[in-house]
């Protein structure tokens, strides 16, 4: 019997082989669960990053959250205005604080009531519009005062004693007291809940930062809806050379696309990414709408900008500096009101009839047209000094005939001119048309106080409302709230909240950090 003296055969040998892949595309445990770490890992980083902008009680959550229910009412718009403001209204009211529900409904109140035309459907609705969002913004504050104790402060009390005195001041010495007591409720009611809003501007915790930031995603969904506007090429419909977005007017979008300026340049809590990019595309698209009001209302709200820094430098001590800033704040407004009256008086009627889209919007239609409005209106203050024609009235007597006034707009909305200019050149000039030396004190005397008190916030409020001072200038914003006059005022407002500032400039000696 033959005994073997080698190793025993490996009996498996042949089998292992047959089953065991080739080590190449054997893939361990370890390196598996190194991948899974590295996913998760990945995973956790990105879901970090994005927490902010889901939170919406956050700065960044209440941008995201405002600029998608902006973006959602226009879709809706598309359909029906009044339909886009209940999404609006409803979705602000699950998803923002009630502080950026006031804002977020003040502030598409005239974005939706002043769309392009030839992508939403023409002036159905309007009436709709502001009353539903104006009623949500005013829900808003019905559950601030029930659910948090809130009460007004004096900035609601000013308002109210303001527009009761001047509303039955305007009743009794107006030519047109139905048409006067209608314009004082549409200035007061909207302003109200934005009053009620700013008196809490010293209480923490309401989310009244995160609601400016909430204005500013209104303001964002504005410009990269204009921007989507004019990659669709429907952006040149009125006079097919100036832009105007979503607006039905060049004017409307620049002002707007300026104050986006404005915030995308000072809110410090946005990524850097983010903020070049929307202030690069709003300034472009700024120019290409060639709003010359908003071109020198930007710069001087820049220069203001730049002499707060140097101020702030110097870092100055004044005994009564608050007192003196409120007092240097209304003798500008006086001051502007009384040289807009000077330069009025120089001024003599336009020869020329506004007649088609071309000459209404061109260079010279413009020189002429604000030469005529500005002496229209100042024709009409010289004929009543002390009482004017009436808070609201139209300086055309005619326009008080509401079928010739619906008619008016909708020709000039259809870029076919019109026979009669609707617009005021100035709004300092329109205050002393319409409420004469006695009123229109009264209701200077209340925007000066008002914004006296953005200047005192801070940079993006002395930026803010610098730009509503220079801009009604040339447009008469400041006292008709339904249209791009509202978003100005809520900029000017919303902006006391922005009290901490990262300013980065090339030279390191204006490198500065404002106090929260």
Same mark, same amino acid.
């Given at each position: 019997?033959?005994?073997?003296?080698?190793?025993?055969?490996?009996?498996?040998?042949?089998?292992?082989?047959?089953?065991?892949?080739?080590?190449?595309?054997?893939?361990?445990?370890?390196?598996?669960?190194?991948?899974?770490?590295?996913?998760?890992?990945?995973?956790?980083?990105?879901?970090?990053?994005?927490?902010?902008?889901?939170?919406?009680?956050?700065?960044?959550?209440?941008?995201?959250?405002?600029?998608?229910?902006?973006?959602?009412?226009?879709?809706?718009?598309?359909?029906?205005?009044?339909?886009?403001?209940?999404?609006?209204?409803?979705?602000?009211?699950?998803?923002?604080?009630?502080?950026?529900?006031?804002?977020?409904?003040?502030?598409?109140?005239?974005?939706?009531?002043?769309?392009?035309?030839?992508?939403?459907?023409?002036?159905?609705?309007?009436?709709?519009?502001?009353?539903?969002?104006?009623?949500?913004?005013?829900?808003?504050?019905?559950?601030?005062?029930?659910?948090?104790?809130?009460?007004?402060?004096?900035?609601?009390?000013?308002?109210?004693?303001?527009?009761?005195?001047?509303?039955?001041?305007?009743?009794?010495?107006?030519?047109?007291?139905?048409?006067?007591?209608?314009?004082?409720?549409?200035?007061?009611?909207?302003?109200?809940?934005?009053?009620?809003?700013?008196?809490?501007?010293?209480?923490? *915790? =309401?989310?009244?930062? /995160?609601? &400016?930031?909430?204005? $500013?995603?209104? !303001? @964002?969904?504005?410009?990269?809806?204009? #921007?989507?506007?004019?990659?669709?090429?429907?952006?040149?419909?009125?006079?097919?050379?100036?832009?105007? *977005? =979503?607006?039905?007017? /060049?004017? &409307?979008?620049?002002? $707007?696309?300026? !104050? @986006?300026?404005?915030?995308?340049?000072? #809110?410090?809590?946005?990524?850097?990414?983010?903020?070049?990019?929307?202030?690069?595309?709003?300034?472009?698209?700024?120019?290409?709408?060639?709003?010359?009001?908003?071109?020198?209302?930007? !710069?001087?709200?820049?220069?203001?900008?730049? #002499?707060?820094?140097?101020?702030?430098?110097?870092?100055?001590?004044?005994?009564?500096?608050?007192?003196?800033?409120?007092?240097?704040?209304?003798?500008?407004?006086?001051?502007?009101?009384? !040289?807009?009256?000077?330069?009025?008086?120089? #001024?003599?009627?336009?020869?020329?009839?506004?007649?088609?889209?071309?000459?209404?919007?061109?260079?010279?239609?413009?020189?002429?047209?604000?030469?005529?409005?500005?002496?229209?209106?100042?024709?009409?203050?010289?004929?009543?000094?002390?009482?004017?024609?009436?808070?609201?009235?139209?300086?055309?007597?005619?326009?008080?005939?509401?079928?010739?006034?619906?008619?008016?707009?909708?020709?000039?909305?259809?870029?076919?001119?019109?026979?009669?200019?609707?617009?005021?050149?100035?709004?300092?000039?329109?205050?002393?048309?319409?409420?004469?030396?006695?009123?229109?004190?009264?209701?200077?005397?209340?925007?000066?106080?008002?914004?006296?008190?953005?200047?005192?916030?801070?940079?993006?409020?002395?930026?803010?409302?610098?730009?509503?001072?220079?801009?009604?200038?040339?447009?008469?914003?400041?006292?008709?709230?339904?249209?791009?006059?509202?978003?100005?005022?809520?900029?000017?407002?919303?902006?006391?909240?922005?009290?901490?500032?990262?300013?980065?400039?090339?030279?390191?000696?204006?490198?500065?950090?404002?106090?929260?």
């Amino acid at each position: 019997m033959r005994e073997d003296t080698g190793d025993p055969p490996d009996l498996d040998q042949s089998k292992t082989i047959i089953v065991t892949p080739d080590p190449e595309l054997q893939e361990s445990p370890r390196p598996r669960k190194h991948k899974a770490l590295i996913a998760s890992q990945v995973l956790a980083q990105f879901a970090k990053r994005f927490e902010p902008w889901r939170q919406t009680s956050g700065h960044r959550g209440s941008f995201l959250a405002a600029a998608l229910i902006t973006s959602l009412g226009l879709i809706a718009c598309l359909l029906h205005p009044v339909l886009g403001a209940l999404v609006i209204s409803l979705s602000a009211y699950f998803f923002l604080s009630s502080p950026g529900m006031i804002v977020v409904c003040l502030a598409c109140f005239p974005l939706l009531t002043s769309l392009n035309s030839t992508i939403f459907l023409r002036d159905q609705g309007t009436l709709g519009v502001q009353f539903v969002l104006i009623a949500a913004s005013y829900a808003a504050v019905f559950r601030m005062l029930i659910k948090q104790r809130l009460r007004p402060g004096k900035l609601c009390i000013l308002l109210t004693v303001f527009g009761v005195v001047g509303g039955l001041f305007g009743a009794l010495t107006s030519t047109a007291p139905g048409e006067s007591a209608m314009s004082t409720i549409k200035f007061i009611a909207p302003l109200m809940p934005l009053m009620f809003w700013a008196d809490q501007l010293v209480r923490r *915790g =309401l989310g009244l930062g /995160p609601s &400016t930031y909430a204005f $500013a995603g209104v !303001l @964002a969904a504005t410009t990269f809806g204009s #921007l989507l506007v004019w990659l669709l090429g429907l952006g040149f419909t009125l006079n097919k050379t100036d832009f105007q *977005g =979503l607006f039905w007017h /060049p004017q &409307t979008c620049g002002l $707007a696309l300026g !104050l @986006a300026c404005i915030f995308s340049a000072l #809110l410090p809590r946005l990524p850097n990414w983010l903020r070049m990019t929307w202030f690069l595309i709003a300034l472009v698209m700024m120019f290409m709408s060639w709003t010359r009001t908003a071109f020198v209302a930007l !710069l001087i709200a820049a220069v203001m900008i730049g #002499l707060w820094m140097l101020w702030q430098q110097w870092q100055p001590r004044f005994r009564h500096g608050r007192s003196i800033a409120t007092l240097s704040t209304m003798g500008a407004v006086a001051s502007l009101t009384i !040289l807009s009256a000077i330069y009025a008086s120089t #001024l003599k009627p336009a020869d020329y009839a506004l007649e088609t889209s071309t000459q209404l919007f061109s260079e010279e239609a413009y020189a002429g047209a604000r030469t005529f409005a500005l002496y229209r209106s100042y024709d009409n203050f010289i004929q009543e000094p002390f009482v004017g024609i009436g808070f609201g009235v139209p300086s055309d007597p005619r326009l008080l005939d509401p079928a010739f006034a619906q008619e008016t707009s909708q020709r000039i909305k259809m870029g076919l001119g019109s026979e009669v200019l609707p617009d005021k050149g100035n709004a300092y000039l329109a205050a002393l048309e319409e409420s004469g030396v006695i009123g229109g004190t009264l209701w200077l005397g209340l925007f000066a106080y008002l914004l006296a008190v953005a200047i005192k916030s801070g940079p993006a409020g002395l930026a803010a409302g610098a730009y509503l001072t220079i801009s009604n200038l040339a447009e008469a914003t400041l006292f008709s709230l339904g249209g791009i006059g509202m978003i100005l005022w809520i900029g000017m407002i919303v902006a006391m909240t922005v009290k901490s500032t990262d300013l980065k400039l090339p030279l390191n000696w204006l490198h500065l950090r404002g106090q929260p």
